[in-house]
């Protein structure tokens, strides 16, 4: 198992580091003259490993934004439309809580059946929440701040990483036979999400795997919440080395994003004080 995630990584690690994007950058220069990617003023991610705290400081900036008078909204990818609750509904169906990530037999063969084309869903919800008509960019363009949990660098590190063998789905019996199938490439998963335009501000909440998995357990225990497929300790932490990797890369690929990498083992107010402060707010 654990050469098994190791591949993974190196797979992950490669596909990033050949990704042709420069070619598409000299492009896009002689057509517009620019060569950054483009980027929605106001529009502001927040990512992280599950349990880094990416929900809890989403809702207290946009409450301080508000509080301040700016007009500021907050969503969250998946998102509540169709293709985000079906996405949801993948991503969550369990039998009972108190196993790890228990599925229903039914519940574990439309995941299985239904995990390739989750890089699509995602790339479809993303577009809806961009470009559809109550969306980030009509929001932005009218003036208001727009907070998004999570965006295309979650597609890239979670979808670019999760071969099924990664995960535990291991309350198994297990006649499905496909563990160890890999996911959608990450050349795949960049050409689906590379037209998004990306936010001003990208807020990473760094968190060791240890630490995400104790404040998942114990907002499973006083929050009553279900533990999604991808919350597992020993997959957060692959998580957390991708996500390393793909801070690089746009920092190299897009110097008009600003990227803050923010120590996520901080109490919720230190954390809260420090993306204010990055956002020229304190
Ligand atoms: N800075 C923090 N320190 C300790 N616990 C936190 C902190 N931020 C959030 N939490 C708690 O950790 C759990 C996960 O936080 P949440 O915001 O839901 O994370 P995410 O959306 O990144 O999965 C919740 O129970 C939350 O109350
Ligand atoms: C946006 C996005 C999320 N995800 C995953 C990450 C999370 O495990 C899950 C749901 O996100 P989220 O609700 O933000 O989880 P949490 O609040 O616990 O951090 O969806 C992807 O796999 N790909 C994507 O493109």
């Not at 907050?74 to 039998?95: A, N, V, Y």
């Not at 577009?127 to 890239?156: N, P």
């Not at 998580?239 to 923010?262: K, N, T």
Request: aromatic fraction near 8%; charge should be negative.
């Amino acid at each position: 198992m654990m050469v098994q995630k190791d591949r993974t990584l190196i797979r992950f690690t490669r596909e990033l580091a050949l990704l042709r994007y420069g070619d598409t950058a000299v492009e896009q220069a002689v057509k517009t003259g620019r060569t950054d990617p483009e980027i929605i003023p106001r529009f502001i991610v927040i990512e992280g490993p599950d349990g880094a705290g990416g929900s809890t400081q989403a809702r207290l900036l946009e409450r301080y934004l508000q509080s301040v008078g700016l007009a500021c909204e907050c969503s969250t990818e998946p998102g509540d439309g169709r293709i985000g609750r079906h996405i949801r509904t993948l991503l969550q169906d369990r039998k009972n809580s108190e196993q790890g990530v228990a599925y229903a037999p039914e519940a574990k063969a439309q995941f299985r059946a239904e995990w390739g084309k989750l890089a699509q869903y995602f790339a479809a919800d993303r577009a809806e929440h961009i470009w559809g008509m109550d969306g980030i960019l009509a929001k932005t363009q009218a003036g208001m701040y727009c907070i998004s949990e999570r965006y295309l660098f979650s597609s890239l590190v979670y979808q670019g990483l999760s071969g099924l063998s990664d995960l535990n789905l291991m309350d198994l019996d297990d006649s499905g036979g496909s563990d160890g199938e890999a996911g959608t490439s990450i050349s795949e998963i960049w050409e689906l999400n590379r037209d998004f335009p990306l936010p001003q501000h990208f807020f990473y909440l760094d968190i060791a795997a240890d630490l995400a998995e104790q404040r998942i357990a114990r907002r499973e225990t006083e929050e009553q919440t279900k533990r999604e497929i991808f919350e597992q300790e020993g997959f957060l932490a692959q998580v957390r080395q991708a996500y390393l990797a793909v801070l690089e890369h746009f920092g190299r690929i897009a110097p008009g994003m600003e990227i803050h990498h923010l120590d996520a083992n901080q109490s919720r107010e230190v954390l809260q004080g420090q993306i204010l402060q990055r956002l020229g707010q304190s």
